[in-house]
């Protein structure tokens, strides 16, 4: 009897055994070196850098240069060294790593991140081209860029021309004007250069709208003060629908004033056209 319950036990341990070391097994992360290529570059190409730099350490896929050319193109839309014949030691890891020390530069002091850029061979400095970057990446902040804009007046310009208001509202439009090339805080000569060249690119984008830069400009001031009306928590009495319409008669004689009401109600539902956030 001794005996044959020393065998039960001994057989329910090797059972016990068994069952953990089926579990540690199914418990282990899967090899990923297994996994099919088209499978493993489906999972890699949604990781952001810093994930894809951890996922080298354990998976040899993750080094591969394809992955890395589809997150400089994704962060940086464009650089000039994108269309320059590369040598047999070009990779874009490093590339992602010279753009990305680049616009940290930049956003600490915007020349400084330029001549970087073009010492590393990444850009040319020429008016196109620095601005084909700046319009392709999200990775510049608003404030070192609006002080490099308002430097470099040739870039500004080529940066303009790349701006596209086809068929859009004009609070709409400047709005997305602002987005890219902010707006300084205060008014003066800057804006006022700003806004021209807006007025122009607006009515090249729409020539049949029916209205001169000069009437556009106008309208943009009228829609900049608005905004400030309405949204400053310092002005208590705020502009009425039908002041402005009024205001505008006056200032442009030409503009339908069903429109006129059109642009308030705008500003008024969607908010300033100059957001500086």
Not at 41 to 61: E, F, G, P, Q, Y
Not at 204 to 230: H, T
């Amino acid at each position: 009897m001794g005996h044959s319950l020393g065998h039960m036990l001994h057989a329910e341990r090797l059972k016990l055994r068994r069952g953990r070391h089926h579990h540690r097994e199914q418990q282990k992360f899967p090899d990923l070196e297994t996994l099919p290529p088209e499978v493993g570059m489906a999972v890699l190409k949604h990781l952001n850098a810093t994930d894809l730099c951890l996922a080298s350490c354990v998976w040899n896929m993750a080094n591969d240069d394809v992955l890395w050319m589809g997150l400089c193109k994704a962060t940086w839309n464009y650089a000039t060294v994108y269309r320059k014949q590369r040598d047999a030691n070009f990779s874009f890891r490093r590339l992602y790593l010279i753009l990305d020390e680049g616009s940290l530069t930049f956003n600490a002091d915007p020349e400084a991140g330029i001549e970087y850029l073009v010492a590393q061979g990444v850009l040319d400095n020429h008016p196109r081209e620095l601005a084909a970057f700046i319009h392709g990446t999200q990775t510049l902040r608003w404030k070192p860029l609006r002080i490099f804009l308002e430097n470099r007046p040739d870039v500004l310009d080529e940066l303009v021309i790349r701006q596209n208001y086809r068929n859009q509202f004009l609070p709409n439009a400047l709005r997305k004007f602002f987005l890219t090339i902010h707006a300084p805080e205060e008014r003066g000569d800057y804006l006022q250069k700003l806004v021209e060249k807006f007025s122009q690119r607006f009515c090249q984008c729409n020539p049949d709208c029916g209205l001169s830069p000069g009437v556009i400009e106008v309208l943009c001031f009228a829609l900049i003060l608005l905004s400030v009306d309405l949204s400053s928590p310092h002005v208590k009495n705020k502009m009425s629908k039908r002041e402005f319409i009024k205001n505008l008669r006056h200032a442009t004689p030409e503009t339908d004033p069903e429109f006129a009401g059109h642009l308030y109600d705008n500003i008024y539902l969607v908010g300033h056209v100059a957001p500086n956030d």
